[in-house]
């Protein structure tokens, strides 16, 4: 892969509610990649480059540099097949030591493999069942940090969305053209709405 020495940030002003108008660039920050400690987070001023403004403008951003070292491949072949023959074990083994981020991004991980590999559903269900299993009361299921309840909802979607967009987005389309007011949270509605005709 080429070197990357630097990222550029864009900052823009919201629309407002006007759904149909785009957001408007206000201006370009570019971060050097190649300053800073690998893991430790940074805050710093940046200027922000733009066309519009004759004065110096800053943005203070906090950044965090992280570098990976990927492999080719043939590298985790024995990690995936480890994975692949041990995924529920490993799993159970792992569950009640991991932070809720690491297994967040642990069964992203797991369910993409075994997705390639076809074995997403059996392992789904295997950790659904262990974890019904395990728990005292049913209205307690899938609602802890835990690996199926973190894989299923990364499944799904993943899974879903494809479908949700093919069954909704015509509709969400149409609502969103003519422009109409659907808030329906109280204390979000503006001052000439109401929640009957919302």
């Known amino acids: 892969l080429p070197c990357v020495k630097s990222a550029s940030v864009k900052l823009f002003r919201s629309a407002g509610s006007k759904k149909k108008s785009k957001a408007q660039l206000i ?9 800073g400690s690998p893991k ?8 922000l480059e733009s066309s519009s403004r004759s004065c110096t403008v800053s943005v203070r951003l906090r950044t965090i540099f992280k570098t990976f070292v990927v492999l080719p491949l043939v590298h985790y072949n024995e990690l995936i097949d480890y994975m ?50 395990s728990l005292g009361s049913d209205s ?25 967009t093919s069954t909704l987005k015509e509709s969400v389309e149409v609502i969103i053209e003519a422009e109409l007011e659907c808030e329906v ?8 709405q109401t929640l009957a005709t919302n």
């Not at 430790?40 to 200027?47: G, I, T």
């Not at 041990?86 to 799993?91: A, G, S």
């Not at 949270?185 to 000439?192: E, K, T």
Request: aromatic share 8%; charged share 20%; with cysteine.
């Open 140 to 164: 307690l299921i899938l609602r802890a940090n835990t690996f199926a309840s973190k894989s299923i909802d990364y499944f799904m979607k993943n899974t879903a969305m494809d479908y949700l």
């Open 185 to 192: 949270d109280p204390s979000r509605i503006g001052p000439n």
């Open 27 to 35: 201006g370009v920050v570019t971060l050097p990649l190649d300053v």
């Open 84 to 133: 692949l023959a041990n995924h529920t074990k490993m799993c159970m083994t792992l569950d009640p030591v991991l932070s809720t981020k690491v297994k967040d991004e642990l069964a992203k991980c797991l369910v993409n493999i075994l997705s390639v590999n076809g074995q997403a559903i059996d392992f789904l269900a295997n950790l659904l069942m262990l974890e019904v299993s």
């Open 40 to 47: 430790v987070e940074a805050e710093k001023w940046y200027p």
